[in-house]
């Protein structure tokens, strides 16, 4: 392959994923300036003083109800008067949308104009007053967003206000209040039955419901039967809808059980009776009064049998589809035509300055030290070849992350989440790259060398063909940056992770673009590596360090996984004995015999035990406890596992709580752990403080982590929050310093 070749098909990748992606966005993914108003007012209704929060959306973009759904966060509100935080009695919220967002995840929610309506205290008469609300808003894209008013209350009334974007009339008001869903006794024609799953699945659960006598009624097929209110430890996940041919209608909503996640966890009882009853409260969308009503129902147990009779049942039904997914997407289409042009660009420059800092971070230095080494070596060659070499070492950076983009692709399209490092979750992936690395390091020293497929040596000093290795060297450089995260690629990879499949495509692109940005440069310029010193007998002791650091990196991965299976003793006797035989084959090879039959019987047995090892059903380790959870508070600090009711626990009591989102392959969490976490001053500033610690361990696959994360910004580790004394979340970024911590906590 030319160099021409090549140069021609790095510049039509990019050319076509960065077009596609930034004609795709000036459509589709246009971020206004100001996608939520917000205002505070006063409403005196029926003898009864309220105070509004009212909010305006951006066009086609929406908030979330109490329950957000598969994704999002609900609206959040604080009040202060006279400086001291005081709960107020909220009425119900606004009847909620149905949204069926990108990646087919469902919501629940609200745009246009609303407001959440509470009840005025008798004591709060004349007052200063500030309101804060937080929220969520969503289009293509999921931003956070706040607003805050304050100003003087007289007569139990907002008299003057300051911060306010939207204002709304007495009459909209009270319009919007007479709307509001009222509470109904439970209705004669809906029959529930909560149910165990069938099949083998844990802590799974099945609400059956079925509507007759509808007086030939059709359903509002824009809104659920019924709406779920949260309620721990019961997560509810789906509405599906079916009709018979007398025109009454079926439904069934799957419910996981997360008593498990729970302090202290409440386990799904055996015999289907609950200790205590569990009352679960609804929107209903009544067809025969086109209204939407606020019903309940307590259960005291859940039917063991149940399940199975009404699966075989909706086999004879018909399914109801709503085709909301398809109005949703039109609306976008049309909405998309008046939008302003996308900072997509924005995005691409921050992941292309992301990518090009992943080069100096310590997951990549052994594989770019190792290319340096290529470029030492070659240095002699003319200016072509050097380009060559380098084009090679791009477009297997750009390859891989292509691939990347590509399984992050499929995976949204399955409904699962991933972040930056998912790979690294994976045991099978993490046991190849120990076996890979542990080749490269034998052939740094010299044990061996590879053969390109045009018959010419890699690894050798003799080489003058190495493009293969230059190949190689970019896909180890592109997976070994994973567990890496870097200033501007966090912020990139968010938006990348919350966007069309083009974007990430672009992102991704952008981030091996300058990952690979410095061997471009030399590449174009040879010049510039002149400063390098010349090849010589030197560069054979410099090879057999370079195979150390590859040593010292499967080192951290035979840790890493073995933080990831079950049976860890065991497996690792295997491993360990695998690479041993692994490092003889080729010893036996090189200094002992040249005999086939030897060499291909300790290949044999190493590969061998290396897919022993693959086929045994070794799972992801479920044992109680976090591992990295023991190493911490083993450094002297009490650290707990993290978990959202007690992060909200700590804020309700005013306490302090610093938060740590980390994992056992992320090198950037293991950085600002030595620079930062481990010191002297960090334990001064936590005794003096009084700081709770939390820590949240993601080195393996934990949708709570990973679904909280997503929805706080983040798709990776790692990420750092506290929380001060007045109850706020505070987000650090992913490195931290002493001084911002302490700031942030006061």
Same mark, same amino acid.
């Given at each position: 392959?030319?160099?021409?070749?090549?140069l021609f098909t790095i510049i039509t990748l990019l050319n076509i994923s960065f077009s596609s992606a930034a004609s795709s966005s000036f459509k589709e993914e246009t971020i206004p300036t100001t996608p939520v108003m917000f205002t505070a007012s006063s409403l005196e209704h029926q003898n009864s003083n309220y105070i509004v929060l009212s909010y305006k959306n951006h066009p086609h973009w929406h908030t979330y109800w109490k329950n957000p759904g598969d994704a999002g966060l609900p609206l959040k509100f604080e009040f202060e008067f006279d400086g001291k935080k005081v709960e107020l009695e909220s009425l119900e919220?606004?009847?909620?949308?149905?949204?069926?967002?990108?990646?087919?995840?469902?919501?629940?929610?609200?745009?246009?104009?609303?407001?959440?309506?509470?009840?005025?205290?008798?004591?709060?008469?004349?007052?200063?007053?500030?309101?804060?609300?937080?929220?969520?808003?969503?289009?293509?894209?999921?931003?956070?967003?706040?607003?805050?008013?304050?100003?003087?209350?007289?007569?139990?009334?907002?008299?003057?206000?300051?911060?306010?974007?939207?204002?709304?009339?007495?009459?909209?008001?009270?319009?919007?209040?007479?709307?509001?869903?009222?509470?109904?006794?439970?209705?004669?024609?809906?029959?529930?039955?909560?149910?165990?799953?069938?099949?083998?699945?844990?802590?799974?659960?099945?609400?059956?419901?079925?509507?007759?006598?509808?007086?030939?009624?059709?359903?509002?097929?824009?809104?659920?039967?019924?709406?779920?209110?949260?309620?721990?430890?019961?997560?509810?996940?789906?509405?599906?809808?079916?009709?018979?041919?007398?025109?009454?209608?079926?439904?069934?909503?799957?419910?996981?059980?997360?008593?498990?996640?729970?302090?202290?966890?409440?386990?799904?009882?055996?015999?289907?009776?609950?200790?205590?009853?569990?009352?679960?409260?609804?929107?209903?969308?009544?067809?025969?009064?086109?209204?939407?009503?606020?019903?309940?129902?307590?259960?005291?147990?859940?039917?063991?049998?149940?399940?199975?009779?009404?699966?075989?049942?909706?086999?004879?039904?018909?399914?109801?589809?709503?085709?909301?997914?398809?109005?949703?997407?039109?609306?976008?289409?049309?909405?998309?035509?008046?939008?302003?042009?996308?900072?997509?660009?924005?995005?691409?420059?921050?992941?292309?300055?992301?990518? *090009?800092?992943?080069?100096? +971070?310590?997951? !990549? /230095?052994? &594989?770019?030290?190792?290319?340096? $080494? #290529? @470029?030492?070596?070659? =240095?002699?060659?003319?200016?072509?070849?050097?380009?060559?070499?380098?084009?090679?070492?791009?477009?297997?950076?750009?390859?891989?992350?292509?691939?990347?983009?590509?399984?992050?692709?499929?995976?949204?399209?399955?409904?699962?989440?991933?972040?930056?490092?998912?790979?690294?979750?994976?045991? *099978?992936?993490?046991?190849? +790259?120990?076996? !890979? /690395?542990? &080749?490269?390091?034998?052939?740094? $020293? #010299? @044990?061996?060398?590879? =053969?390109?497929?045009?018959?010419?040596?890699?690894?050798?000093?003799?080489?003058?063909?190495?493009?293969?290795?230059?190949?190689?060297?970019?896909?180890?450089?592109?997976?070994?940056?994973?567990?890496?995260?870097?200033?501007?690629?966090?912020?990139?990879?968010?938006?990348?992770?919350?966007?069309?499949?083009?974007?990430?495509?672009?992102?991704?692109?952008? &981030?091996?673009?300058?990952?690979?940005?410095?061997?471009?440069?030399?590449?174009?310029?040879?010049?510039?590596?002149?400063?390098?010193?010349?090849?010589?007998?030197?560069?054979?002791?410099?090879?057999?360090?370079?195979?150390?650091?590859?040593?010292?990196?499967?080192?951290?991965?035979?840790?890493?996984?073995?933080?990831?299976?079950?049976?860890?003793?065991?497996?690792?006797?295997?491993?360990?004995?695998?690479?041993?035989?692994?490092?003889?084959?080729?010893?036996?090879?090189?200094?002992?015999?040249?005999?086939?039959?030897?060499?291909?019987?300790?290949?044999?047995?190493?590969?061998?035990?290396?897919?022993?090892?693959?086929?045994?059903?070794?799972?992801?380790?479920?044992?109680?406890?976090?591992?990295?959870?023991?190493?911490?508070?083993?450094?002297?600090?009490?650290?707990?596992?993290?978990?959202?009711?007690?992060?909200?626990?700590?804020?309700?009591?005013?306490?302090?709580?610093?938060?740590?989102?980390?994992?056992?392959?992320?090198?950037?969490?293991?950085?600002?752990?030595?620079?930062?976490?481990?010191?002297?001053?960090?334990?001064?500033?936590?005794?003096?403080?009084?700081?709770?610690?939390?820590?949240?361990?993601?080195?393996?696959?934990?949708?709570?982590?990973?679904?909280?994360?997503?929805?706080?910004?983040?798709?990776?580790?790692?990420?750092?929050?506290?929380?001060?004394?007045?109850?706020?979340?505070?987000?650090?970024?992913?490195?931290?310093?002493?001084?911002?911590?302490?700031?942030?906590?006061?």
């Amino acid at each position: 392959m030319s160099k021409y070749t090549l140069l021609f098909t790095i510049i039509t990748l990019l050319n076509i994923s960065f077009s596609s992606a930034a004609s795709s966005s000036f459509k589709e993914e246009t971020i206004p300036t100001t996608p939520v108003m917000f205002t505070a007012s006063s409403l005196e209704h029926q003898n009864s003083n309220y105070i509004v929060l009212s909010y305006k959306n951006h066009p086609h973009w929406h908030t979330y109800w109490k329950n957000p759904g598969d994704a999002g966060l609900p609206l959040k509100f604080e009040f202060e008067f006279d400086g001291k935080k005081v709960e107020l009695e909220s009425l119900e919220w606004p009847t909620p949308k149905k949204y069926i967002e990108e990646g087919d995840m469902l919501a629940f929610g609200y745009e246009g104009e609303y407001s959440v309506f509470f009840k005025t205290p008798e004591d709060i008469q004349n007052t200063k007053y500030n309101i804060k609300s937080n929220w969520l808003v969503c289009k293509h894209i999921c931003i956070p967003g706040k607003g805050e008013v304050s100003g003087e209350m007289k007569a139990s009334k907002i008299a003057t206000i300051v911060g306010n974007t939207h204002e709304v009339s007495p009459d909209k008001l009270a319009t919007r209040l007479e709307n509001l869903p009222k509470n109904a006794e439970f209705p004669s024609q809906l029959d529930i039955v909560l149910a165990k799953a069938m099949g083998q699945e844990e802590n799974k659960l099945v609400l059956y419901y079925n509507l007759t006598e509808l007086e030939n009624k059709n359903i509002d097929l824009k809104k659920n039967i019924l709406t779920p209110f949260p309620h721990e430890p019961f997560n509810f996940i789906r509405e599906k809808l079916f009709k018979d041919k007398k025109g009454s209608y079926y439904a069934k909503y799957s419910i996981e059980w997360d008593g498990e996640y729970m302090e202290p966890e409440i386990p799904l009882p055996a015999d289907g009776v609950f200790k205590t009853p569990y009352t679960l409260k609804f929107l209903y969308a009544n067809p025969l009064t086109g209204k939407t009503e606020v019903i309940s129902k307590a259960f005291h147990s859940f039917s063991l049998t149940a399940a199975e009779r009404f699966e075989k049942f909706t086999e004879l039904l018909s399914p109801v589809e709503t085709n909301l997914r398809e109005s949703s997407k039109q609306s976008l289409e049309t909405a998309s035509s008046s939008d302003d042009e996308s900072s997509i660009f924005t995005y691409l420059f921050l992941a292309f300055i992301g990518g *090009l800092i992943l080069n100096f +971070m310590p997951c !990549v /230095l052994p &594989v770019i030290s190792i290319k340096l $080494f #290529g @470029l030492i070596q070659h =240095r002699s060659e003319s200016n072509s070849r050097i380009l060559k070499h380098n084009l090679s070492y791009t477009l297997g950076i750009l390859f891989t992350f292509a691939l990347l983009a590509l399984a992050i692709i499929l995976f949204k399209q399955a409904g699962e989440q991933v972040g930056w490092g998912f790979q690294l979750q994976s045991p *099978l992936f993490v046991l190849t +790259m120990i076996f !890979v /690395l542990f &080749v490269f390091a034998l052939n740094m $020293f #010299g @044990l061996f060398e590879f =053969r390109t497929p045009g018959g010419s040596r890699l690894g050798s000093l003799e080489t003058n063909e190495g493009f293969f290795g230059d190949f190689t060297s970019g896909v180890l450089a592109t997976i070994l940056s994973t567990p890496c995260s870097a200033p501007f690629l966090g912020t990139a990879l968010t938006f990348a992770f919350t966007s069309s499949n083009l974007t990430i495509f672009a992102i991704f692109a952008s &981030v091996g673009l300058g990952l690979a940005s410095p061997f471009l440069i030399t590449g174009v310029f040879p010049t510039t590596i002149s400063f390098l010193p010349k090849p010589g007998m030197w560069m054979e002791n410099l090879k057999k360090f370079l195979g150390l650091t590859l040593l010292l990196t499967t080192i951290w991965l035979i840790d890493v996984y073995s933080s990831l299976t079950d049976n860890v003793a065991g497996v690792m006797i295997k491993l360990n004995t695998a690479l041993l035989l692994c490092f003889f084959a080729f010893y036996l090879s090189k200094k002992i015999t040249k005999s086939k039959v030897w060499k291909v019987l300790f290949h044999i047995l190493y590969i061998g035990i290396f897919i022993n090892i693959i086929m045994t059903p070794a799972s992801i380790s479920t044992a109680n406890g976090s591992m990295l959870l023991k190493e911490k508070n083993a450094h002297g600090l009490q650290w707990e596992k993290w978990s959202e009711e007690k992060m909200n626990t700590y804020s309700k009591e005013g306490k302090k709580v610093f938060i740590d989102f980390t994992a056992k392959w992320c090198f950037t969490c293991k950085v600002n752990e030595k620079l930062v976490i481990e010191t002297s001053s960090f334990r001064e500033l936590v005794d003096t403080e009084n700081v709770h610690l939390l820590l949240a361990d993601w080195t393996k696959r934990d949708e709570v982590i990973g679904s909280w994360l997503r929805k706080n910004g983040f798709v990776g580790v790692p990420a750092y929050f506290v929380i001060n004394g007045q109850g706020k979340l505070i987000n650090l970024g992913e490195t931290i310093s002493i001084k911002e911590i302490k700031e942030s906590l006061n």
